[in-house]
């Protein structure tokens, strides 16, 4: 009374072998793609090569912020992935470069005027 009759329809083949509808079906989906790299992937590539650049930079006398929270003045450059933080008067402690997160301050340039002498 109520229930009508369901009719199946032939499937109709494409006219060339290609069928336009898969290009339909994936441009969504290579949109979502182009978007999310523009939006996320590109500025944390950006960010990271910041802080590599920051980290290449450290020089003696910069007042820095580690990852932990501490600050800290660097006060040696031990090696290419050590330095030495003052956190307190007479209180040094070695840190990872890669676990610097900010440099507050610059420090003294290095002098060329000491290193002809």
């Known amino acids: 009374m109520w229930i009508t009759s369901a ?53 003696k006398g910069d007042s820095v912020v580690t990852q932990g929270g501490m600050v800290g003045k660097v006060t040696k450059l031990v090696d290419d992935d050590q330095v030495e933080i003052e956190i307190a008067q007479g209180v040094r402690v070695r840190q990872l470069r890669s676990m610097v997160s900010e440099v507050r301050a610059k420090g003294e340039p290095v002098s060329t005027d000491a290193a002809a002498s």
């Open 7 to 59: 009719y199946a329809q032939a499937a109709t083949a494409p006219a060339g072998g290609f069928d336009q509808s898969i290009l339909v079906q994936m441009l969504p989906i290579v949109a979502i793609i182009a978007i999310m790299y523009v939006l996320m992937f590109r500025p944390q590539q950006k960010r990271a090569k910041q802080h590599q650049e920051m980290v290449k930079n450290l020089r």
